[in-house]
Structure formats: C-alpha cells, structure tokens
C-alpha cells in the first residue's frame, strides 16, 4: 500500500479470482465457466466487421441487447440493465443501497464478492449462517432492515430455493431491495424474473458467464423494476456509460439469437452433472445436490486443500475455500463428459497413493 491510499481503504480484504494459470494447459473445473464455445453465430459475429468499427464509441444504452433480452424475458427494455459482467450489478447495488453504514444481510457462506462490496461500500452487513445441511431457511431473511443479497443457486453450495421461498422474503422485505443472483439459474433452478412485474424492489441478477460462454467477454444483466434499473443506470452513467463495449454487445444480441444451441449445452451439463455426481459418490464422497454447473463435494478419506493440491499436480484445477466452515470441501465445476471421466480417474489414483 502506498501512503497515499485513503485510510478507509486499510482493511478492505480484495476479492480472489480462482486462478487462471497461463504456465500450462489444465483441465479447468475451477471458476465455473463453460466447456462449450460460444455457438457458431456467436463466433461467426466475431468476424462480421464490428472490429472495424472499434474507433466509434459503442452504444451507452446498448439498446440491441437490451430489446432482445426484453423479449426473451418478457418485459419492458426498461427493466434491463446491461454491465460489464453482472460483478458490476453487484457493485452498483451495494453503492446504491446499501452504502455508508446502511445494513445488508447475506448468507456466511455465499458468492465472496458480497462482503467484499459490502466493505468497500462501508454497509453495515450481517451474514445469516446458513442450515446444518448449507441450505438457506429463507425465513431468516424474511423482514430484515436492509439490502438482502441471495445467490440463487448459492454457491459454492449449489443449492437452489424454490421461488415461493424467494417470493416469501422479497414480499416480507417491500421497503428494501432484495437482490437475486441468478448467475446459475440456467442449469435447473427456478427464476424470480417473473416477479418483477409483482415487486417493485426486486433485482434479478444474470449473466452471459456461466450458460452462454462468454465469460472472456464480460457481459451481465439485471431485470427489475423500472424505478431500480433507473437508479443503476444513474449510477453507471456516473462511472461508466461505455460499460459494455461494441464487439461484446455484438456478440451477446448473437448469443440470444441463438438460445437453443445454449439451452442444450445447459442440458448437456445437467446430464454431466448427474454422472459426476454418481461418480463422487462411487468413490465415498458426500456431494450436496447441485443445481448449478458445479458439485460441492468432500470426503473423508482426503482433506480438502490436500486434494485440491494432488488434482492441480495431476493436471486438473479445482476450486478449494480456506473458509472453516467449508474447507474439507472443493467446488468442481462440470466440465465435458470426457474431462470428468479424467477427475474421477486421477481422483481414484489419489485415493489409492494415501492409503
Ligand atoms: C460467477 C458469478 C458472478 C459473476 O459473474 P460475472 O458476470 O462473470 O461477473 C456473480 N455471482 C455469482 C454467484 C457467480 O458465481
């Protein structure tokens, strides 16, 4: 730290990205993204000329994109917010919300960014211990005096609330916003988008990252209200209006186009899943029951941070949290069919070289 730096910034603890190791190739179950490439009209718009046009500063409202979402998700464009991954969503509602010591509530252990926020913004933030078995009681989060953020599937869990759980809190919560976080939605949990029209303080949060691909390409979304996505876009035109740029707000309206190739890798995913998970339990491993394109899983024949170690030796990248609560377990992410034979099978040599 430089001397420099405002004092209030002393203790603010940065966000850790999962690694992405440029030394050597490794099979990469580690930050959740897709095995799968954009679809062929996504790499196809690549090279339609938008590059050429990079002189030319993009559209601020990036009204392409945001009249296809709008029709896809069957609102008004003026309930879709565009950013530069939904991270900056994230960011945007803790500075709008819940800033300078007013409260939010989210989960002890959820997506790590919150707390992150939630310090740099100065909230006043309470994180609700999640059940015994890592599921949310949703009533815990039911009539609480401030902001209230859920990653729905939460991760590193990937347990999913089911919507009327999500409707209860946002109805019991009308003088706050309610953010849901839906980055994992597309892999088998329910949406809360069609509540918007019901509540006027809810946020839904979703992103072009995870099931379209496009995580190089930082591109997220929020659906709400047209009075919060006001406020966002207050925010944003503050900060950033160029947040997406032209090739990324290109390729995103070309990955709408073609939702179907994106549904079935979603499907293709959900298939793999099931098949990792049998795996795991094959080899005595206790996996909590996903819903998103990752497993939470840990065993009691190899620590936690000792597995993730051996996995990275062999070739393979695994997500491990130092946190107490969850260190004898790693997040994997789903990867194709053949790239989770190949965990399971370097799992088994490990397995058997401990004991
Ligand atoms: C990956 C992830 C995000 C961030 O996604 P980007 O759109 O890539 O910024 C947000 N929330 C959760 C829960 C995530 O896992």
């Known amino acids: 730290m430089s001397k420099f730096l405002d004092k209030r910034y002393d203790s603010l603890a940065a966000y850790v990205p999962g690694e992405q190791p440029q030394d050597k190739k490794y099979i990469k179950l580690n930050t959740n993204e897709s095995p799968y490439p954009p679809s062929p009209e996504t790499l196809e718009m690549a090279n339609r000329g938008e590059a050429e046009l990079l002189r030319l500063y993009p559209d601020p409202d990036g009204k392409i994109l945001t009249k296809k979402l709008a029709d896809l998700y069957g609102v008004e464009t003026e309930n879709i917010f565009l950013a530069n991954g939904s991270d900056d969503i994230l960011n945007f509602s803790f500075m709008a919300y819940c800033a300078n010591g007013r409260k939010s509530y989210f989960a002890d252990i959820t997506y790590g960014f919150y707390s992150v926020f939630a310090n740099l913004h100065g909230s006043d933030y309470t994180e609700i211990p999640l059940e015994e078995d890592f599921s949310i009681d949703y009533k815990k989060f039911c009539g609480v005096d401030g902001g209230v953020f859920i990653a729905n599937p939460n991760a590193p869990t990937g347990l999913a609330m089911t919507l009327s759980q999500v409707e209860e809190v946002i109805k019991s919560n009308p003088d ?22 019901k509540y006027d303080n809810l ?10 691909s496009m995580a190089g390409a930082r591109l997220g979304f929020a659906i709400g209200s ?54 795991l339990e094959n080899l005595g491993f206790e996996v909590l029951p996903s819903k998103a394109n990752f497993v939470f899983a840990k065993s009691d024949k190899i620590d936690g ?11 393979i990248l695994v997500r491990h949290f130092t946190k107490e609560r969850i260190k004898d377990f790693n997040r994997i992410t789903i990867g194709t069919q053949a790239e989770m034979e190949a965990l399971t099978e370097k799992i088994k040599e490990i397995i058997t070289e401990a004991v």
């Open 176 to 197: 706050y916003v309610v953010v849901i976080d839906e980055a994992y939605v597309d892999f088998g949990a329910e949406s809360a988008v069609n509540l918007v029209k």
């Open 203 to 212: 946020l839904v949060i979703q992103t072009f990252s995870k099931s379209r």
């Open 226 to 279: 047209k009075e919060i996505i006001n406020d966002l876009h207050k925010l944003r035109y503050s900060t950033n209006p160029y947040n997406i740029n032209r090739l990324t707000l290109s390729l995103g309206a070309a990955a709408i186009d073609s939702q179907s190739y994106y549904t079935d890798n979603c499907k293709k995913i959900i298939d793999t899943r099931a098949y990792a998970t049998k795996e």
């Open 305 to 315: 941070g000792e597995l993730y170690l051996k996995l990275k030796d062999k070739g």
